[in-house]
């Protein structure tokens, strides 16, 4: 049990870390992936007119959207 603790702790401490350093960078400028540009081109081949901006759930779950 005292390992599985330690362990959580420390996931906690990193994952604090981690969100400490991209919640300081302004997004335009975060990259997390080498692919990052290529994923948000499929993304937008297939979502071209989503609202990225802004997410409305109920405009998500109409039927149009589905």
Not at 34 to 58: A, G, H, Q, S
Not at 61 to 66: G, R, Y
């Amino acid at each position: 049990p005292r390992v599985e603790l330690a362990w959580a702790m420390k996931a906690h401490q990193h994952a604090q870390v981690y969100f400490n350093l991209i919640s300081s960078v302004d997004p335009k400028f975060l990259s997390l992936t080498k692919v990052d540009d290529r994923i948000y081109e499929e993304f937008r081949k297939t979502f071209r007119d989503l609202k990225i901006d802004m997410l409305d759930p109920e405009e998500l779950k109409s039927e149009p959207a589905k």
